[in-house]
């Protein structure tokens, strides 16, 4: 009996091995802004962009001058940081995409006013 108990993990773990690389390969990672990274007039740079749910967002930024926080709609078109919304302060965030809409500010002041912001949809 511990023999065919072994062969059911060696299984087990064999098809885990299969089966996890392919769902990790599926995950793109974006450096938001490309070669400027996260600065200003960033707010175009999604477009023409396909993203999905698992997808990485790499923000690059000096944290002494910016930093990204993720929003709702309403923090995202008036450029508000709605109480609890995460802040992230690193200058090297990796922030995984959700399913729908995904929406993220600098709250330094008159940067999202200034087109530090961006709205990405997720599939």
Same mark, same amino acid.
């Given at each position: 009996?511990?023999?065919?108990?072994?062969?059911?993990?060696? *299984?087990?773990?064999?098809?885990? %091995?299969?089966?996890?690389?392919?769902?990790?390969?599926?995950?793109?990672?974006?450096?938001?802004? $490309?070669?400027? $990274?996260?600065?200003? !007039?960033?707010?175009?740079?999604?477009? $023409?962009?396909? +993203?999905?749910?698992?997808?990485?967002?790499? =923000?690059?930024?000096?944290?002494? =001058?910016? !930093?990204?926080? *993720?929003?709702?709609?309403?923090?995202?078109?008036? %450029?508000?940081?709605?109480?609890? *919304?995460?802040? +992230?302060?690193?200058?090297?965030?990796?922030?995984?995409?959700?399913?729908?809409?995904?929406? +993220?500010? %600098? !709250? =330094?002041?008159?940067? %999202?006013?200034? $087109?530090?912001?961006?709205?990405?949809?997720? *599939?």
């Amino acid at each position: 009996m511990a023999m065919g108990r072994g062969s059911a993990v060696v *299984a087990v773990v064999l098809v885990l %091995c299969l089966v996890l690389p392919f769902e990790m390969v599926d995950a793109a990672s974006f450096p938001v802004g $490309g070669s400027n $990274g996260w600065t200003f !007039n960033v707010v175009g740079w999604p477009k $023409g962009k396909r +993203f999905k749910a698992g997808d990485v967002l790499a =923000f690059n930024y000096n944290p002494s =001058f910016h !930093n990204v926080v *993720a929003v709702n709609k309403a923090g995202y078109d008036g %450029c508000k940081t709605p109480k609890g *919304a995460k802040v +992230f302060t690193t200058g090297k965030d990796q922030i995984k995409l959700k399913k729908g809409a995904n929406y +993220f500010i %600098c !709250n =330094f002041t008159g940067h %999202c006013e200034s $087109g530090m912001k961006i709205a990405v949809t997720a *599939a």
